[in-house]
């Protein structure tokens, strides 16, 4: 006997086999329904898809391309990212913190040149090269970065670490930073400029189309196409559009080539792309800046209240109303004469009750008065929750914990901080190494060809021209802010099991705390020998004696 299967619903009801045939029909009555839709018929294989629910029937976003999302109102999200970081405690706070974390007031350049790379063509390029390259390049790095007269800035005015920060911060409110390279031969004097090379940054509102004319294939709001989608021109104004002082620079517009004919960098145009052609960066505060926007205005309406409630603190409550006091002198037409005896009435018994008891003055009520109190505007207990929800969000966006955002530890254990730093890190990493990428690094190796065309770099005889190997040259890391720790014993521990079991080097560890391992041999060694110069006994934190332990392994042999 042949056994016939059973189909159940989601209820676990067995299913009618005249259901079951109904439906193989394609009858109106058996119409498959959404995958997870419930009771509304859906020929859609795609809950996502479906344009006749309730939740997703008015829902129909376009789809475009990045530029014509983001060009036409780029300048709008701008100009109200710009006025979170001014107006916006929470906002300057993350963004104050983001590039404290990151960029800092100095990053340092630790020069690694590719010697492996260069050594395919020439043979004398090793780690001994490499080593006596970096010391060099450094030192001239670091009186160009750090010059007292600013001469690596155009305007005379910020380290490059300083101009740097800023860029960081146009990348994060406005969505993108720029920066031009200009040629000032005539600064180079004794006691002032030692190179030519400077930096110039520019504010990213002044990159736009020339007279505000549309889009077109080859201009996307400011910046120059090719065929290829090449950025290989951007059309800067010569002052910002609300610089009434500047009226008319502001309506004349510069083209200026992404690089020279012979390679050398002009600008450095840094944002974060989302999708492919994509031409302009777009604010990290885009997804969240109406939630900080109705945040605000929650805190506003809040501190209203609380301003009322401390205003009118106190009031008089008392029985007799205009209608008693009416009724009482039974003269309804002289409603004014009335109210005016009642008051009398009051006055006349707090003017004669003048109590005082060791000279203090006691308060008296007129009959059937009591004194009531205002309720505050409900305190903070029922916004804290609120407001830290709201800011999750805001953390979410920014790739922060939550705690750095609302400052707000008290209910973070040890692992749950140490948790969300560690997540945080992996953002904070990926900002610098796409800025490192992006704009530090270019922007070093421009000024590097400098001093190559003025032999003050260390190269073997032969050695291949720096236009031609400028990534192996320029290569190297850079060392920002160090990382700190929240459990000093614990973390430090950690450090030295994972170096001694082969996990980490010494040059990665010192560069999470924002050091250089060489620097930090080189001071240990001299702080060693002048202890020893001055007879003071080795410190426990020097390390293991290996000379004292192979004497004692000598004896007890």
Not at 234 to 241: L, S
Request: with cysteine.
């Amino acid at each position: 006997m042949t056994k016939v299967a059973t189909i159940y619903d989601s209820g676990g009801r067995a299913i009618a086999p005249a259901a079951i045939e109904r439906i193989r029909s394609g009858g109106q009555r058996g119409r498959m329904r959404g995958a997870l839709g419930g009771s509304v018929p859906n020929m859609m294989p795609y809950d996502a898809a479906d344009f006749s629910s309730q939740e997703l029937g008015n829902w129909y976003p376009p789809t475009r391309s990045p530029d014509s999302n983001i060009n036409p109102y780029r300048d709008r999200i701008a100009g109200r990212a710009q006025d979170l970081r001014r107006n916006d405690p929470w906002a300057s706070g993350a963004i104050n913190r983001i590039l404290d974390s990151t960029i800092g007031a100095s990053y340092r350049l630790v020069s690694k040149p590719d010697y492996r790379a260069l050594s395919l063509q020439n043979r004398a390029f090793d780690a001994v090269w490499a080593q006596e390259y970096r010391q060099v390049v450094e030192a001239l790095w670091r009186n160009y970065a750090e010059d007292l007269g600013h001469y690596n800035d155009v305007t005379l005015q910020r380290t490059m670490s300083q101009q740097w920060r800023i860029a960081l911060g146009h990348k994060l409110v406005d969505g993108e930073s720029l920066i031009i390279a200009q040629w000032r031969d005539e600064r180079i004097a004794p006691g002032a400029a030692r190179y030519a090379t400077c930096f110039q940054g520019v504010h990213p509102d002044r990159l736009s189309n020339p007279y505000g004319m549309q889009d077109t294939r080859y201009m996307r709001n400011g910046v120059e196409l090719d065929d290829d989608e090449v950025h290989v021109a951007y059309h800067v104004r010569r002052a910002h559009q609300y610089d009434w002082y500047n009226a008319v620079e502001s309506n004349e517009w510069d083209r200026i080539e992404r690089q020279d004919p012979d390679g050398w960098r002009r600008v450095y145009h840094d944002f974060d792309a989302d999708q492919f052609g994509q031409s302009r960066g777009v604010s990290v505060f885009a997804p969240v800046i109406s939630k900080l926007k109705m945040l605000a205005r929650l805190y506003g309406v809040k501190l209203q209240a609380e301003n009322v409630a401390a205003a009118f603190g106190l009031y008089v409550e008392s029985p007799f109303d205009v209608e008693m006091v009416r009724n009482a002198l039974e003269n309804e037409e002289d409603d004014e004469n009335a109210y005016g005896w009642y008051q009398q009435m009051r006055s006349d018994f707090h003017s004669e009750r003048d109590l005082n008891v060791n000279g203090v003055r006691v308060a008296t009520l007129a009959p059937g008065e009591k004194i009531q109190s205002v309720a505050p505007g409900g305190g903070q207990q029922d916004v804290t929750p609120f407001a830290h929800e709201m800011l999750r969000a805001v953390s979410v966006c920014l790739g922060t914990s939550a705690e750095e955002v609302h400052n707000d530890y008290s209910d973070a254990s040890w692992s749950s901080a140490r948790a969300g730093i560690v997540q945080s890190e992996k953002t904070y990493n990926r900002r610098c190494d796409e800025f490192d990428m992006n704009t530090a690094t270019p922007m070093f190796a421009t000024w590097l060809e400098e001093p190559f065309e003025r032999g003050e770099v260390p190269l073997p005889r032969n050695a291949p021209s720096f236009i031609e190997n400028r990534t192996a040259y320029a290569r190297g890391r850079w060392l920002g802010v160090a990382r700190g720790w929240v459990d000093p014993v614990a973390e430090r521990q950690g450090v030295v099991l994972g170096l001694d079991a082969g996990l980490s080097t010494m040059e990665d560890e010192c560069a999470k705390q924002g050091t250089d391992w060489e620097e930090n041999l080189e001071q240990r060694a001299l702080e060693y020998q002048r202890m020893t110069e001055l007879g003071l006994p080795r410190p426990q934190w020097f390390g293991i004696d290996q000379a004292a332990m192979h004497n004692a392994q000598q004896s007890e042999q």
